[in-house]
Nanobody, 116 residues
Framework: QVQLVESGGGAVQPGGSLRLSCLAS????????MGWYRQAPGKQRDLVAV???????NYADSVKGRFTITRDNADDMVYLQMSSLKPEDTAVYYC??????????WGKGTLVTVSS
């Protein structure tokens, strides 16, 4: 059974940085996309960033220029480097893998809190 495990969340002051990691335990055949989503209290889960197997990326407008998504295809890992963090970035961050067969895998989330 495939499980995704996020790590790297925590509390940081505005302007600070964090790096999130997501590792898949178990084998996923041909991962098509890897992505990060976030859900703030009382809000829906929204896309933060996604990266394809070929390295193409897409970001939410609110994080462009501040967040960078990268992936390690060999180890089935995806990372999210977050810089210039703002209080409105506070949320639970989830990683998602999508296989070429369309099956989606989700992690349980890691909390990021940006506060002074």
């Amino acid at each position: 059974q495939v499980q995704l495990v996020e790590s790297g969340g925590g509390a940081v002051q505005p302007g600070g940085s964090l790096r999130l990691s997501c590792l898949a335990s178990g084998s996923i055949f041909r991962i098509k996309t890897m992505g990060w989503y976030r859900q703030a209290p009382g809000k829906q889960r929204d896309l933060v960033a996604v990266i394809t197997s070929g390295g193409l990326t897409n970001y939410a407008d609110s994080v462009k220029g501040r967040f960078t998504i990268t992936r390690d295809n060999a180890d089935d890992m995806v990372y999210l480097q977050m810089s210039s963090l703002k209080p409105e970035d506070t949320a639970v961050y989830y990683c998602q893998f999508v296989g070429e067969n369309g099956i989606q895998y989700w992690g349980k989330g890691t909390l990021v809190t940006v506060s002074s």
